[in-house]
């Protein structure tokens, strides 16, 4: 499998929450989940819980291992938990998250699992791609964010309106009937979406954190079968550099409202899925 991945900070004065990497059979992302710029109660922060868990994932997914994702992921989630248990209020809702993909190819398949809003791209040698990804925050996130999506991004009515939607959602995070994230909790594992595909109907895969998928859905100024031509041609950068522009030509959020300005944006394109595939000239 070839992997290629870039990243890019919403702020570059501020850490990138978002995290990715891979091993020889298989590809993680995570994203800093949304409760940040509140006060947590974890000192680490979602910079620190996402590298640490994307790091216990990789370590899971070598090609000998015989979990299935949903037990993979909660075992990574025990033991990041286990690791700051005893400095930090890990059951507060503040404390630090993240969305999660895992793509693993193993043997004649390939398995993926999705938690939370990234997304992942299957593209098929026939037919629409496959796009995975879970849209219970967004739902539940609809009756809070008028107030947010109505003021003008980066002025004090926005960073207020912006402050009262993430302690709303509070309430309803890896609860029944709203939505789940990576956490301290390692039941969330269990509300993941997962699924296996043959890995000869697969040309390419993509994992997207939210900030890079916007392009898509949120923008809406490409497609998905748009979106992969794009990785074909230039790669993760290629995508990066048309989100950093259309955020640049809507500052102020009146045309795509937005929680943030600029977002965290982080992609891995995965070709070569088979590994009998021929290099690239």
């Known amino acids: 499998m070839q992997v290629t991945m870039a990243t890019s900070p919403g ?9 990715t990497g891979s091993v020889p059979n298989a ?3 995570l994203d800093g989940a949304g409760l940040s710029g509140t006060t947590s109660t974890c000192s680490h922060g979602v910079a620190w819980y996402t590298r640490r868990l994307g790091g216990a994932l990789l370590s899971r997914l070598v090609p000998e291992a015989g979990d299935d994702l949903m037990a993979l992921l909660a075992d990574a989630i025990e033991e990041v938990a286990d690791s700051h248990r005893g400095t930090c209020d890990i059951t507060d809702p503040s404390s ?21 809003d990234s997304v992942l791209v299957l593209e098929q040698h026939r037919g ?6 879970d849209s219970r925050e967004a739902e539940v996130g609809r009756q ?33 009937g709203g939505f789940w994230v990576a956490a301290g909790d390692p039941r969330a594992a269990s509300e993941a979406l997962t699924g296996s595909r043959p890995v000869r109907d ?16 949120r923008f809406h100024l490409a497609d998905w079968p748009e979106v992969l031509a794009l990785l074909d041609t ?22 795509w409202p937005r929680g943030k300005t600029h977002d965290d944006t982080t992609l ?14």
Do not use: K, W
């Open 202 to 217: 697969l040309a390419s895969a993509a994992l997207l954190s939210d900030g890079a998928s916007r392009l898509a859905d």
């Open 27 to 29: 590809v993680v992302l």
């Open 234 to 255: 230039e790669g993760p950068c290629g995508v990066i550099r048309r989100v950093r522009s259309a955020e640049a030509s809507d500052p102020y959020g009146t045309r």
């Open 96 to 116: 630090p998250s993240a969305t999660v993909v895992m793509l693993r190819i193993t043997g004649d398949r390939a398995d993926y699992l999705v938690l939370a």
């Open 144 to 176: 809070y964010r008028a107030a947010m999506d109505s003021a003008v991004n980066d002025t004090p009515e926005h960073h207020q309106a912006r402050r009262e939607y993430i302690g709303a959602m509070r309430s309803h995070r890896n609860q029944p």
């Open 128 to 133: 629409d791609p496959i796009v995975v990804t």
């Open 268 to 281: 891995a394109y995965c070709t070569r899925l088979n590994e009998n595939a021929p290099l690239p000239t």
């Open 11 to 19: 702020n570059h004065d501020q850490p990138n929450e978002d995290f």
